[in-house]
């Protein structure tokens, strides 16, 4: 199957910025997307950012002009520069990774990120 294991949580305080990786490995050929969901406690679990295997990339509104994702097919990595970070954008973040033909996500184990006031 699709393993995927992301790095680069930690604490940084408000204003600071944050790079996290996610390694994709197993069986991803005919990768459709990755990006990044995020869930904070007693939240719903929002969809951070994606980007298509054409390179297109879409954003939470609440990140847009803050936080950058990137790819790197030949590595199969996708990133998540996140710069200005605020209280608010606390949470665990995961990596996610859709194929062409699959109906479901794969899901990494997340990594924490949180920022103090």
């Known amino acids: 199957q699709v393993q995927l294991v992301e790095s680069g949580g930690g604490m940084v305080q408000a204003g600071g910025s944050l790079r996290l990786s996610c390694a994709a490995s197993?069986?991803?050929?005919?990768?459709?997307?990755m990006g990044w969901y995020r869930q904070a406690p007693g939240k719903q679990r929002d969809l951070v950012a994606f980007?298509?295997?054409?390179?297109?990339?879409n954003y939470l509104e609440s990140v847009k002009g803050r936080f950058t994702i990137s790819g790197e097919t030949a590595k199969n990595m996708v990133y998540l520069q996140m710069n200005s970070l605020k209280p608010e954008d606390t949470a665990v973040y995961y990596c996610?990774?859709?194929?062409?033909?699959?109906?479901?996500?794969?899901w990494g184990e997340g990594t924490l990120v949180t920022v103090s006031s």
């Open positions: 996610i990774l859709n194929r062409w033909g699959d109906d479901m996500d794969y």
């Open positions: 197993g069986k991803i050929s005919s990768i459709r997307l």
């Open positions: 980007i298509t295997n054409s390179g297109t990339a």
